[in-house]
C-alpha cells in the first residue's frame, strides 16, 4: 500500500531504513543499564515516534507493544505490505539480553545503498545525498584524506587508518592526519571498558567489547571484538574472572576456530599464542565505529592483498599501467600493484606482464557487507562499481555471498570473487604460485 503525505510517498527501501534506524537506538537504550532510567526512557519514546512515523496512520503501534516488539524479530516493527529483505531474522536483542551489534553494520548499509540510490537517480525523494553523507563519518573521512590532493598522501592516510585504529594520544598526533579526519579518533567507548581497562582485538587492534554474565555460582567476563568475524571465525574472543578491585582482569581465550585452508588461508591472521594485554583508558584513542567497520577492516584486507601480492614478486606502482622498465622491474617480475588508485576510485589495481608483451589488468573493489542483500543492492543502484572496478571482491569468510552477489553482477561489467579467489586467478595468470 501507498502512504500518503504532502510530498511523494515513502519508498519501501527508506520504510525499512527509517525502522532500521530506530530500533537499533531503542535496542541500545533498551539495554543500557549504565544510562540514566529518564534519559533511557526518552530516547525509546522518540524511536516510538519514528518507527510509528515510518509505519504511517494506517498502521498504529501502541509504545508496549514497541517494547515488547524489541526482543522480537526486528521485521515485525515493519508495517503489513513491505517486504522485510535484509530484515528477514534479525533480532535487536541477542539471547544474552545485550544490544546485537551486527544491527550497527546494516543501520550503516542501508544509508550507503540509500546514498547509492540518490546518486543514481537525483529525484529528491527521500533523505538527500548531503543528510546521509552527514551521517557517515567514514565518507567524511575519505573525503577529508582526499583533501591532501596527492596519491601519496592518501595512501599514507588510509593505510594508516587500518594500521592505527587506536593509540596514545602522542601517537594519533604523529600521524599527521588532516583535522577532520583526526576528529573521529575519540575516548574509549565505555562499552569496551572494564574499569579503567580495555583490550585491543588482535586482528584489527579497536577495543573490544566487554560484557559480564551472571550465573547463580559465579560472575565471568567476556571481551569479544565487536566486529561478529574477527570474533567468531579468527579467535578474537575471550573470557576471564572478575578480578579484584582495581585490578584488570586475564583474557582467556577459547578453543580456535576451524583455519582457514586453500586458497583462503594465505590472508588469514594467524592468532596463535596471542592473548591482548589490558592498556589504560587514559591517554588512549580510538577511531569512531563508523571509519573503523567501513574503513579500518576493510583495508585491512586490502593492505594484506596487497602486501601479498608483493611477497610474490610484484613491484608496487604508485600509478597504474607503468611499464616494468619505468618500475625498474627485473625481467622475471610478474606484474605491478597499486594500492588506493586515482584516490580511492577503486581499491586496488593490479597489472599482470604477459610473456607476450601484453598487459592483463585487475581492477578490485573490496566490499564487506554485513548483509549480503544490500550489498547486491548497492551494486544493481551503483550500476556495477562506482569507481569502476571490474571485481567486486568479498572476504573469504563471505563466501556464502557469492551466487547472489554473481547473479546481481550478471547485469554489470562486474566479475565477483573472494579475496582468496582474487588472489589464486591473478597469480595463475601471472605463472606463480598462490597458496
Known amino acids: ?72 524479530d526486528l521485521a515485525g516493527l515493519l508495517p503489513d505490505g513491505v517486504s522485510p529483505e535484509e530484515m528477514t531474522g534479525v533480532h535487536l536483542i541477542n539471547d544474552d539480553g545485550l544490544f546485537e551489534e551486527d544491527l550497527f553494520d546494516l543501520d550503516q548499509e542501508q544509508r550507503q545503498v540509500a546514498w547509492a540510490v540518490q546518486k543514481a537517480t537525483r529525484d529528491g525523494r527521500s533523505t538527500s545525498i548531503s543528510e546521509i553523507e552527514q551521517e557517515m563519518d567514514q565518507v567524511t573521512v575519505n573525503s577529508g584524506l582526499r583533501k591532501r590532493g596527492t596519491q601519496e598522501a592518501y595512501t599514507k592516510g588510509r593505510s594508516n587508518l587500518s594500521r592505527f585504529p587506536t593509540g596514545t594520544e602522542a601517537v594519533i598526533r604523529r600521524l599527521n592526519l588532516p583535522s577532520m579526519v583526526s ?27 566487554i560484557t559480564r554474565h551472571r550465573s547463580r555460582t559465579a560472575v565471568t567476563g567476556r571481551a569479544q571484538c565487536f566486529y561478529r568475524p574477527h570474533a567468531e571465525l579468527m579467535g578474537a574472543s575471550y573470557t576471564f574472572k572478575v578480578p579484584a578491585a582495581g585490578r584488570p582482569p ?7 576456530p576451524p583455519a582457514f ?9 594467524d592468532l596463535r599464542g596471542s592473548v591482548p594485554k589490558p592498556m589504560p583508558a587514559a591517554g588512549h584513542l580510538a577511531l569512531a565505529r563508523g571509519p573503523w567497520r567501513y574503513t579500518t577492516v576493510p583495508g585491512l584486507l586490502e593492505i594484506a592483498l596487497y602486501d601479498a601480492l608483493l611477497a610474490r614478486g610484484f613491484v608496487a606502482a604508485s600509478e597504474p599501467g607503468k611499464s616494468p622498465a619505468a618500475l625498474g622491474a627485473d625481467a622475471d617480475c610478474p606484474g605491478s600493484v ?9 581499491d586496488l ?86 597458496a
Open 349 to 434: 589495481h593490479v597489472d599482470v606482464w604477459l610473456r607476450d608483451g601484453q598487459t592483463k589488468s585487475f581492477l578490485l573493489d573490496i566490499k564487506d557487507f554485513t548483509s549480503e542483500m544490500l550489498l547486491a543492492k548497492k551494486i544493481q543502484a551503483d550500476g556495477g562499481d562506482s569507481g569502476g572496478a571490474e571485481w567486486i571482491v568479498v572476504p573469504d569468510h563471505r563466501q556464502a555471498s557469492l551466487p547472489l552477489l554473481r547473479g546481481v553482477c550478471k547485469e554489470f561489467p562486474v566479475q565477483v570473487a573472494t579475496a582468496g579467489e582474487i588472489g589464486q586467478t591473478i597469480c595463475r595468470t601471472a605463472g606463480i604460485r598462490w
Open 261 to 269: 585452508t586453500g586458497e583462503a588461508s594465505v590472508l588469514a591472521p
Open 250 to 256: 586475564t583474557l582467556i581465550p577459547g578453543s580456535p
Open 1 to 72: 500500500m501507498k502512504f500518503t503525505s504532502t510530498a511523494e510517498p515513502i519508498s519501501h527501501d527508506v520504510i525499512r531504513q527509517m525502522v532500521m534506524r530506530a530500533a537499533t537506538v531503542a535496542a541500545q537504550a533498551f539495554t543500557d543499564v549504565e544510562q540514566a532510567p529518564e534519559g533511557r526512557l526518552r530516547t525509546l519514546m522518540d524511536s516510538h515516534g519514528e518507527v510509528i512515523a515510518a509505519r504511517g496512520p494506517a498502521h498504529p503501534l501502541s509504545f508496549e507493544s514497541f517494547l515488547a516488539m524489541l526482543t522480537g
Open 338 to 346: 597499486t594500492l588506493w588508485p586515482y584516490l580511492d576510485a577503486y
Open 183 to 209: 576528529q573521529f579518533y575519540r575516548p574509549i567507548s565505555f562499552a569496551a571498558l572494564y574499569e579503567q581497562w580495555w583490550f585491543a582485538c588482535p586482528v584489527c587492534h579497536w577495543p573490544m567489547k
